[in-house]
């Protein structure tokens, strides 16, 4: 039974509902509605689900004065109190019960199917509520059991809080040289000297009495005739440039005094 004190809700009300009397059941086979006088109902009105607590009821009541013909009380579903039959959607078979706890089966049936699909809806979300607030308390007498966190200071022990005590942590700078941040030359970047192979715009005088001091540049004079040629296998100019004796003495300008000659 419900507890006392809590309130009735009101989960579905249909107005138009034929209460059949049904045959004993022969065997564990399932209720048809074919095996009823579905032509003749022995009762009509309509119907009311109401819930109490964790039960729900299914009342029968009069159109008019709302006197009530007979009530299921529902416990679970789908079970023994409200059953469906094997041959529509629109039958089911209750279990309904007097005050004085005698039972007794019928059968119900609705006029539109739209009906009883709401009357099918309404006890599956009343029964949902049930299952979850069971696994809420049974969650909740677990936690209470179970060993419990102390997060409470002892006695004596202190905490100490320095509060706008915090110094600013500088971020490190990258280093670099010359403090512009300037990278390093690649490594092997290295200018290449000059070709060692003396030009052969040059006239070069070789040097005697075995000291080795180099290659001079001799500047040209009126008499520049005496010319020593380089080797041709160290000369890279040595195919572009003719030797200066190969030239006329009448194509030489006189006033080439002075000047390197080409």
């Given at each position: ?76 579903y789908p079970g023994v109190a409200v059953e469906t039959v094997s041959d529509s959607c629109r039958y089911f078979v209750l279990r ?32 949902k509520w049930v299952k979850q607030e069971n696994e809420l308390s049974k969650s909740a007498q677990l936690g209470d059991s179970g ?116």
């Amino acid at each position: 039974m419900a507890a006392e004190g809590e309130y009735e809700s009101i989960l579905c009300v249909k107005p138009d509902i034929n209460v059949y009397r049904i045959p004993p059941r022969a065997s564990n086979r399932a209720y048809r509605a074919a095996d009823w006088k579905l032509d003749s109902p022995d009762w009509s009105g309509r119907m009311r689900i109401t819930a109490k607590g964790k039960v729900a009821y299914i009342k029968l009541e009069d159109k008019v004065s709302g006197e009530l013909f007979a009530q299921a009380p529902v416990k679970e579903y789908p079970g023994v109190a409200v059953e469906t039959v094997s041959d529509s959607c629109r039958y089911f078979v209750l279990r309904i019960q007097d005050d004085n706890g005698r039972s007794a089966f019928i059968g119900v049936g609705f006029v539109d199917r739209g009906d009883a699909f709401d009357f099918n809806v309404a006890l599956q979300d009343h029964f949902k509520w049930v299952k979850q607030e069971n696994e809420l308390s049974k969650s909740a007498q677990l936690g209470d059991s179970g060993p419990k966190l102390d997060l409470g200071f002892k006695e004596g022990q202190t905490i100490t809080l320095n509060i706008g005590q915090g110094k600013k942590r500088d971020k490190p700078r990258p280093q670099g040289t010359g403090g512009f941040g300037l990278l390093p030359p690649p490594p092997g970047g290295k200018i290449a000297p000059p070709p060692s192979s003396a030009s052969s715009n040059h006239n070069i005088v070789p040097q005697t009495g075995g000291i080795a001091t180099g290659c001079l540049l001799e500047l040209d004079t009126s008499n520049s005739n005496t010319v020593v040629q380089s080797n041709p296998s160290l000369d890279l100019w040595g195919d572009f440039s003719a030797p200066a004796s190969s030239v006329p003495p009448s194509s030489r300008p006189e006033n080439a005094a002075n000047w390197i000659q080409f």
